[in-house]
Nanobody, 126 residues
Framework: QLQVVESGGGLVQAGGSLRLSCEASGSRNTFMYSDMAWYRQAPGKQRELVAAISSRTGDSFKYADSVRGRFTISRSNAKNTVYLQMDALEPEDTALYYC????????????????WGQGTQVTVSS
């Protein structure tokens, strides 16, 4: 199992940018062969999938409609790290952001077992 630590959140004005990082610890092979995803949870709302990236190709293969074209997910297997570049931020992006390993099942993505990190808070002011 991977343990992750998210960082890079903060307070930013609408239209601004942030880059989130998610550093994973554990076996490098476990990270290298894991599809990874960023999730977010706003107060009073369910956690939602934001973006996902493949272990094999390093290509992103999922973006939420609300962030497509503004957010970019990437990874460095050498650094055991996943990134989320967020541009053109909107107040609706305000949430606690998490990363987690996922598996593909029946056309959906399911978080793997294991504990979640603490997340990193993103707050966008209007």
């Amino acid at each position: 199992q991977l343990q992750v630590v998210e960082s890079g959140g903060g307070l930013v004005q609408a239209g601004g940018s942030l880059r989130l990082s998610c550093e994973a610890s554990g076996s490098r092979n476990t990270f290298m062969y894991s599809d990874m995803a960023w999730y977010r949870q706003a107060p009073g709302k369910q956690r939602e999938l934001v973006a996902a990236i493949s272990s094999r190709t390093g290509d992103s293969f999922k973006y939420a409609d609300s962030v497509r074209g503004r957010f970019t997910i990437s990874r460095s297997n050498a650094k055991n790290t996943v990134y989320l570049q967020m541009d053109a931020l909107e107040p609706e992006d305000t949430a606690l952001y998490y990363c987690h390993a996922v598996v593909r099942a029946g056309g959906t993505l399911i978080p793997t077992s294991g504990s979640w990190g603490q997340g990193t808070q993103v707050t966008v002011s209007s």
